[in-house]
């Protein structure tokens, strides 16, 4: 199942009041860390207008502010080059100073978000993880979000990164090379930055007629309790302009051998409603616009011939699925069967851009740290 936002171009989005949190700590002083750091937030620093503006806050073994808010891209860029790494990490401090910046520059209707730049965990000040959850819960309810990249290897802590960004209704991403970050801030910037729609929910009911068994392929960090859809209080992941989401369902027909064992009971057996025999499965889409805080709802059925006609994945569905095979791989998924990163990129098929070239090359990474001595 596919969802795409819509475009907005860089001429029609809200003006922008971005606080840059950069970790200058010891650690970061390495060839993939902060010099990568600043080229990335220079690459994001040249995407911004006149009615923008940008305020540096850095932390290593205190924090503070290196830039006062400014429209100028010449002044973000100095003060970028002049960042050195040296001593410990207090990033509770810093996160605090950056949202007290952000809070004071507030743009109203427009875009407030501190954008995080770190290769690891913080040792310094607050660094218990339910403390940083709630500074970050507090300030997006307070209408500022959180983008965090993270940077380098080592003592990185992937998990916290996301989490954190997961909170603050803003978006994580890893950042390796310059490609990378140019993928992320230049031509990912307006999903990066513009929220179309929040508390984006997704409920799909298959119908037992056709599908005995199914599983969603990863999301576990997303999933929401059934009764959870309906409630408008339960906060859930928000998408920016132009951001597309892919969610990979696994399906067993009924009829077929799946992985679970028949049930004993009949009333404990799925039985399929007539009224709705031409429906493989009924879709609901749950959604707020940025400014309300009452959900519209979306429905639609797919029909049952979908899957009677379905071809084997070509294209984009066949890459997708490519990558969510190497994903189980990794995680050792019970139910891949005898399917191989081989057959993953057998499945993703000869590509073109350099970016799905570099999946390609990973699998056959992989296959080498898998194999036996």
């Not at 031509?187 to 929220?195: G, P, V, Y």
């Not at 597309?244 to 409603?273: K, S």
Request: net charge negative; glycine share 8%; charged share 20%.
């Amino acid at each position: 199942m596919g969802l795409r936002a819509y475009d907005v171009a860089r001429n029609e989005r809200p003006p922008a009041n971005l606080v840059f949190l950069v970790d200058t700590s010891g650690s970061m002083n390495s060839p993939d860390k902060l010099p990568l750091v600043k080229a990335a937030l220079t690459t994001l620093a040249d995407q911004l207008g006149p009615n923008d503006k940008v305020s540096i806050v850095v932390y290593a073994g205190s924090a503070g502010i290196v830039l006062e808010p400014t429209h100028d891209k010449r002044y973000v860029r100095q003060a970028l080059e002049c960042l050195a790494a040296g001593g410990s990490t207090a990033g509770g401090q810093g996160m605090a100073l950056a949202y007290a910046t952000a809070k004071a520059n507030m743009i109203k209707g427009g875009i407030n978000r501190v954008i995080m730049t770190t290769d690891g965990d913080f040792n310094v000040g607050i660094s218990r993880n339910e403390d940083i959850e709630a500074l970050v819960k507090q300030n997006m309810e307070g209408g500022i979000t959180l983008t965090t990249l993270g940077f380098g290897t080592g003592n990185y802590n992937e998990a916290m990164m996301e989490k954190i960004a997961d909170i603050g209704n803003g978006n994580y991403a890893y950042i390796d090379s310059a490609a990378e970050a140019r993928k992320v801030l230049d031509d990912e910037m307006s999903a990066t930055l513009f929220t179309v729609a929040k508390d984006v929910k997704i409920q799909l009911e298959f119908n037992p007629k056709y599908v005995s068994q199914y599983r969603l392929i990863g999301y576990e960090n997303r999933a929401l309790a059934e009764e959870d859809f309906n409630n408008d209080a339960v906060d859930a992941g928000d998408i920016g302009a132009g951001h597309q989401v892919t969610a990979l369902y696994e399906v067993i027909p009924t009829g077929v051998e799946g992985w679970l064992p028949d049930r004993h009971f009949a009333a404990n057996n799925a039985t399929a409603n007539a009224e709705h025999n031409d429906e493989l499965v009924w879709m609901k889409l749950r959604y707020k616009l940025p400014n309300e805080e009452t959900s519209r709802l979306i429905e639609q059925a797919v029909p049952a011939n979908t899957l009677a006609k379905a071809a084997p994945a070509r294209g984009d569905l066949a890459f997708a699925a490519a990558v969510a095979a190497y994903g189980q791989f990794l995680r050792g998924d019970t139910h891949l069967g005898t399917f191989s990163l081989s057959d993953a990129r057998a499945l993703a098929g000869a590509q073109n851009d350099y970016r799905r070239q570099e999946f390609l090359e990973l699998t056959r990474l992989a296959e080498t740290a898998k194999a036996p001595n």
